[in-house]
């Protein structure tokens, strides 16, 4: 079903794109982001409310035959001559919800069926498979664009969804799965969740970035091509270079970066690459400053700045992105889960989208050149890759807070990651989980701190002591005796 | 250039407030960031410190105007200040856990020679805000067109509001964002001076402005920059802001080489504005008597004239929170904690700490403003620092014979030594040639002092281990 969504997303955007840049013109596109953003934010409390109402398995059903009731619709008034702006900005809102609910439906699907030990091995496996729909589906708009015409492929992105509503018939009931995280503890408020505040305020620059990105690449390729025919080849050969180098990324560079960096780490990778591509844009942008008003296409060296900065975009999104996240995920407990999803995909996501369309436009209004937008993203990129830097440390700290110490694989996937930190790092985390009301999450890191302890430890120990449980220290002064700690060191914690 | 430099700006202030997440309450973390700063961040921030106006703003000017040395001899100096404390300092300092550069003065000796070097150090911080404020408020002309009146309080409160926020973690992450900046600035500057200008620029640049003669003749001011590269390369050792990022990497290791790193990454980028510097007198403003940077800056292309002001808004903003956050240490916890300990108990350290930027932006902001240009008064007060806080730095490391009367007065007298010298070195009648031996000088009586003093006191029993030490403290 990925794979098949991966298609259909693919071709019809190769459609959306050309129709959409040969109707209205790349220098609307910062009012579609903002028109895209207020209607994901109405379809997201939508999905969000039946989501509540109904199984997973019928809210696929219901997601994907709106798709395809959408593009359908789209499509045959094309083929009917209407070329009108409102039918733009429709198609591009319809085929860019197609991308982000049905992956996302999918992936929740995904997440209940398959265990956190599991998950490392099948979710980067189903991510591969949704990029291979994608290059599939780009290599087939690639042959038969220049025949059928750019906006008759559009048939096949709803025989995609079509082919992907009969296999969901065979969704079954979701099995019981040993939780990762306890289920026992009621769960903290949203924002309390280290990994879930982190995660969702990096939502917002991240995918602005992601979106001015979008919009240098749109505008530069309209400075390319004219054609709508040569548009639409150059977006699919596009696609199917970005889908081979996603596919061959999720196969040998993510399972690499699981295995060496750690999860955590993992997480970095998107947000920096996000930042790199703004850097990217940066160099095309300097050079359109140079350049004069109807002067001749861009010289294509430069116009690769940009499609790399978009290519690291696409790319590592659809791979290392999508499959550390979901990964992520499962440091939370699964109610939290969910509200966290519909958080940074339903509210966080359109939020960032809508402010990046205000962002351009106030740019546009005050007749701002590109480099200025271009600098702009590059120091939010700076900001992108202060805020994932907590990733890391909020992502262990889920998983000391919400671990169950009865799952023994969990507790060796948290001493694998916690392994991998230096001892003053290990040491910030593990002072933090001494300070919380949660008993056994104290108790973890009462033993894993004395573990190393030395003279360092105990002045830290005196800066918190007022803030830790009285349980919890008369613990740790019991483990200091066991371990033989001088009587000194243990008064000064007294 | 209004919206790039409010973007800068904005984002700057969004990093500094994040970041305070990581504080929660713990005075080491807002001192030091719980020593977990990463090497690459590390290299970052060791870079923004070092590449103040001063290395950047001044050097460039100075090239045009005066020749590549005595712009370059900044950033170069200060280059090789990282590069000594990273093969000399890093390590054993950083396995001290410290939590400002004083503390090394309070454990190794007293708290009086402790207490000395903090107000020393605070007194040339606080010029030394002053110094890249008002660089700041002529950058800001160029780039908002307010007046510097209006926009040198602005930034201070922006830098004052995230560094109580967010303490060290706050200027750190935030160098990440101005470091990258002013390399991504310097770079495109200088390429597209280079290769998209006049054919031939970089040689008519040498052939105008590069001479060895200042290095080697005493005619051509040698004594001079020799002086300055010394004093610079020397007495930064004791620069508050490079130790407490020593102090706040992961490892000693990594604290050793992102000093390397940036060491030579402050020299590199040095150059490069000198030789930027170069180009500038060759071209437009033709070594003009009078000429300016600002001058110069106004005839790049528009794109390039955006990058490379905010590259030195950059350099200006990340040295500035950087200051602001030592000294505030060095005032709230060796000043004001040793003086009153039982008023400000370790409980209230964070508190009075973060209280504390207030009175030093202040001070900074007005010294700005009425002061514009403190040249000679910065000179001074880095002079008295490398005066008397080297020499017992070093060899409290490196020699287990030193005391703690011994420190205590070759602090003193050699600093006191160099004010002295400074307002009567005329009155001597020495040759005008030999400008700088005044800040030779004092450090070596500072040598002579320590050395001395201490060989005539009993030998103690041998160096206090460091858990003996970190007792003592505290």
Known sequence: MIFLVGLGVEVSRAAQTTFFLQNVGAEQLPLVFVCFAAVMVTMSSLYAWVARKVPLKALAMMALTLAIGAIATCWVLIVAGVQSPVLAYSLYCAVEMCFIFLPLTLWAVANQFFSSEEAALTLPS????????????????????????????????????????????????????????????APRPLMKEPLVATLTFLALPMFLIAYVIEYMYYSTIGQVFTSATEMSQFISTFGVICAVSGVLSQLLLTPLL?????????????????????????????????RSDGAAAPPMFLVMFVLAARGLDIVLYQSVYDSTTNILYYAVPEETRTRARSLVSGMM????????????MAFSYFNQPLYNVAFTAVAVGFLVLVMAMDVRPDYLRSLLANGDESNSNAREALLAEISLLSLNESRVLLLESLQTDREDEAMFAVQKLLDTYDHFLLEDLQEIKARIQPTVMAALI????????????????? | MILPTLAFLIVSLIIGLYSSRRVKGSVRNYFVAGHVIPSWVLILSLCGQALELGGTYDNTERAMLLGFWDGAILPIGIGTSLLLIGLLFAKPLHSMHLLTLPDFY????????????????????????????????????????????????AIAVLIAVYTIAGGLFAVAWNDVLQSNVLFLGVAVALGILVFGGVPGVLDQAFASRFDWAPLTKLESGSVSVWASFLALAIGDIVALDFMERVFAARTAGAAQSSCYVAGLVTIGVGIAMAVIGMIGATTVVGGAEGATLVQFIATFPASVKMLFVMALLGAGISTIDGAIMASTKALSRNILQTMMPTRIPDGRLLSVSRLMVLPITIAAVVLALVFPVPGELLILAF????????????????????????????????????????????????????????????????????????????????????????????
Request: proline share 6%; aromatic share 8%; glycine share 12%.
């Open chain 1, 126 to 185: 189903i991510a591969a498979c949704g990029l291979l729909g994608a290059l599939t589906g780009a290599m087939i708009s690639r042959s038969v664009v220049g025949t059928i015409g750019p906006y008759n492929i559009l048939p096949l992105a709803m025989v995609a969804y079509g082919a992907c509503l009969y296999l969901g018939r065979a969704i079954g009931t979701p099995p019981q799965q040993a939780a990762i995280v306890g289920g026992r503890r």
């Open chain 1, 258 to 290: 699981f295995r060496r960096l750690g999860i955590g780490t993992t997480a970095y990778v998107y947000p920096a690459a996000l930042a790199l591509g703004a850097m990217l844009s940066m160099v095309y942008a300097l050079y359109d400053g140079f």
């Open chain 1, 349 to 360: 996501f359109p939020a960032s989208v809508g402010f990046s369309g205000m962002l351009l």
């Open chain 1, 478 to 494: 019991n483990a200091m005796v066991e371990r033989r700690i001088p009587e000194e060191d243990r008064l000064l914690l007294a």
């Open chain 2, 106 to 153: 309070v454990q190794r000796f007293n708290t009086f020679a402790g207490t000395m070097v903090a107000i020393l150090c605070l007194f040339s911080f606080i010029i030394l805000i002053a110094g890249n404020l008002a660089g700041m408020g002529i950058l800001m002309e160029l780039a908002v067109g307010l007046p510097p009146h209006i926009t040198v309080p």
């Open chain 2, 383 to 474: 002079d008295v620092v490398f005066a008397g806080c080297v020499i017992p730095l070093v060899l409290g490391i490196y020699w287990k014979r030193g005391t703690g009367r011994a420190a205590v007065l070759a602090i003193l007298i050699p600093s006191v030594l160099r004010v002295v010298l400074y307002f009567t070195y005329e009155s001597f009648g020495l040759d005008p040639r030999l400008k700088g031996i005044d800040t030779l000088i004092p450090p070596l009586l500072s040598l002579a002092i320590f050395v001395g003093v201490s060989l005539s006191q009993r030998a103690p029993d041998g160096v206090p281990s460091k858990s003996q030490l970190i007792g003592a403290a505290s």
